[in-house]
């Protein structure tokens, strides 16, 4: 685990009396939000999904990766991502799949800023 700011419990609650007692040795957990964290959580994903796309029968699933842009003029007044439209794009996507037996999984990232300075959620 690397963590740069991990959570060290010494106590658990017990589950009959509901009172906090010590722990044979200390526990460490990851805090889910650091630097390190978050890029061990994007590792896991693209693991994730590029394991579901080597494993995945092909006559059932279809592997795409899509890139999805704004142009300049439909950015969204807050300049952030607006689910609806990931929405409503899937929608198409699902229409124009209707009736196939393929079945259509989607995982979706949004980066924000240029190339020197990428933030990506997810
Ligand atoms: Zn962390």
């Given at each position: 685990?690397?963590?740069?700011?991990?959570?060290?419990?010494?106590?658990?609650?017990?589950?009959?009396?509901?009172?906090?007692?010590?722990?044979?040795?200390?526990?460490?957990?990851?805090?889910?939000?650091?630097?390190?964290?978050?890029?061990?959580r994007?590792?896991?994903?693209?693991?994730q999904?590029?394991?579901?796309a080597?494993?995945?029968?092909?006559?059932?699933?279809?592997?795409?990766?899509?890139?999805?842009?704004?142009?300049d003029?439909?950015?969204?007044?807050?300049?952030?991502?607006?689910?609806?439209?990931?929405?409503?794009?899937l929608?198409?996507?699902?229409?124009?799949?209707?009736?196939?037996?393929?079945?259509?999984?989607?995982?979706?990232?949004?980066?924000?800023?240029?190339?020197?300075t990428?933030?990506?959620?997810?």
């Amino acid at each position: 685990m690397l963590c740069s700011n991990p959570y060290i419990l010494t106590t658990k609650q017990d589950k009959k009396t509901g009172k906090r007692i010590e722990l044979n040795s200390p526990l460490t957990i990851p805090c889910g939000k650091c630097d390190l964290c978050l890029s061990a959580r994007a590792k896991k994903w693209a693991e994730q999904c590029m394991l579901e796309a080597k494993l995945t029968d092909a006559q059932t699933h279809c592997n795409l990766f899509i890139t999805l842009t704004y142009a300049d003029e439909f950015l969204p007044e807050n300049n952030s991502l607006c689910k609806n439209d990931l929405s409503v794009y899937l929608k198409k996507i699902h229409n124009l799949n209707a009736g196939k037996k393929q079945k259509i999984r989607f995982f979706a990232a949004g980066v924000y800023g240029d190339i020197l300075t990428v933030l990506i959620i997810i």
